[in-house]
Nanobody, 115 residues
Framework: QVQFVESGGGLVQPGGSLRLTCVASGSISSIYAMGWYRQAPGKQRELVARFTTGGSTNYADSVKGRFTISGDNAKNMVSLQINNLKPEDTAVYYC?????????WGQGTQVTVSS
């Protein structure tokens, strides 16, 4: 079972940017869709962005125009470029297949947006 390791989070001011990276322990080329998820304190984990092997992407309404998901099958890597960060983006961010594989969740990477 593929495992994912996320990195790139941090503390940023509102309006700032981050690039999150997820590296898979195995090939992701056979996974039809990959996604980035986030879980804010006291809230359920939610899907914020996904892409398919066909090249289509989808975003949650709350992040459209600010988040960009991309993948690199050669590196078994999925990235999430986050621009114009808002305090409500504060959460732990995870990557996983879509729909998610229960046993593949990593530790996530913390993103905190605060002035």
């Amino acid at each position: 079972q593929v495992q994912f390791v996320e990195s790139g989070g941090g503390l940023v001011q509102p309006g700032g940017s981050l690039r999150l990276t997820c590296v898979a322990s195995g090939s992701i080329s056979s996974i039809y869709a990959m996604g980035w998820y986030r879980q804010a304190p006291g809230k359920q984990r939610e899907l914020v962005a996904r892409f398919t092997t066909g090249g289509s992407t989808n975003y949650a309404d709350s992040v459209k125009g600010r988040f960009t998901i991309s993948g690199d099958n050669a590196k078994n890597m999925v990235s999430l470029q986050i621009n114009n960060l808002k305090p409500e983006d504060t959460a732990v961010y995870y990557c996983n297949s879509y729909p998610p594989s229960v046993g593949s969740w990593g530790q996530g990477t913390q993103v905190t947006v605060s002035s």
